[in-house]
């Protein structure tokens, strides 16, 4: 499958101690989104899809097998969520996303409040986002099970450039059912500076 490649996770399995586990980080990277890439590979392979994009196949992916949707969406979700988080990440946002997160929330607190309402608000399990949409603005949005803003079938349309995994393979083994615990730790390991790059890229 020479059109995609399984990501290398950015970092080791602890490297989010303590407050992303070990444990949960290799189940999720080994197991999960592994899992989702080796079946989406499978479902496209030997047919029109293999050489489109991911971008291509989420802009139609109502018409093509339901499998494109789930593990597509598992692949390309997890590949960023790995990037918007780092050892050396938390604290506040610099550059121009944190512009824009003030023009449009007026202070870093009520973009966080906000974006926690979003992520605690996901029935069963899904994703939180905050993307760039069709007019260039900043929204935060969530979609349910593997789906996301790029996909013709999401209620919220735009680019992802940071997005929080609120399934309970993501938090479950450390936090149990306090998904508001995950989420207020999950402040302390965002790689602002990457989320930076995906919103200049988006903004263009
Ligand atoms: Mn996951």
Known sequence: MANFKFPDLP???????????AQTMELHYSKHH??????????????ELE????EELFANVSKHPVAVRNHGGGFYNHSL??????????????GEIADAIKKTYGSFDNFKEQFATAAKGR???GW???????KKELEIC????????????????????????VWEHAYYLKYQNRRPDYIEAFWNVV??????????????
């Open 123 to 125: 029935f069963g399990s």
């Open 34 to 47: 592994k899992g989702y890439f080796t079946k989406f590979t499978n479902a496209i392979e030997g047919t």
């Open 11 to 21: 970092y080791s399995y602890d490297a989010l101690e303590p407050y992303i586990d």
């Open 128 to 134: 939180a986002w905050l993307i760039v949409n069709d």
């Open 51 to 54: 050489n489109k994009s991911l």
């Open 191 to 204: 790689n602002w500076d990457a989320v930076d790059k995906y919103y200049k890229a988006a903004k263009k």
């Open 142 to 165: 969530s979609t349910p099970n593997q789906d996301n803003p790029l996909m013709d079938v999401s209620d919220c349309q735009g680019q992802p450039i940071f997005g929080l995994d």
């Open 81 to 94: 969520f790995w990037e918007i988080m780092s050892p050396n990440g938390g604290g506040e946002p610099k």
